[in-house]
């Protein structure tokens, strides 16, 4: 059974930098989709980025291209999302999800496995 445990997160300046890690407890990734999805306060969730795990091919949302960095760590079954040059707009609880298959997901609906989510604040 898959268990995705989130780490990192807290609270920055505006233009500072974060990283979040997804760590899978429960089994190991083999040929799936792991991303993130985050939810500001009073809206829907958003996509932000997902590696697949056997090419380590990656996904990002326009709003974070350029900023945010998804790697593998294979070692401890686990990816990390590099945060960079961060704005308050990016406030929000962030989410690991995956999903069992290589093709590539864009909606909360298709990812059946979520952690428990972790909190980023960006100060103005």
């Known amino acids: 059974q898959m268990h995705l445990v989130e780490s990192g997160g807290g609270l920055v300046q505006a233009g500072g930098s974060l990283s979040l890690s997804c760590a899978n407890t429960?089994?190991?990734?083999?040929?799936?989709?792991v991303g993130w999805f985050r939810q500001a306060p009073g809206k829907d969730y958003d996509f932000v980025a997902s590696i697949r795990w056997s090419d380590g091919s990656t996904r990002y949302a326009d709003s974070v291209k350029g900023r945010f960095t998804l790697s593998r760590d294979s070692a401890n079954h686990a990816v990390d999302l590099q945060m960079n040059s961060l704005n308050p707009e990016d406030t929000a609880v962030y989410y690991c999800v995956a999903v069992y298959g290589s093709a590539w997901r864009f909606t909360r609906y298709e990812f059946p496995y979520w952690g428990q989510g972790t909190q980023v604040t960006v100060s103005s």
């Open positions: 429960g089994c190991t990734f083999s040929d799936h989709v």
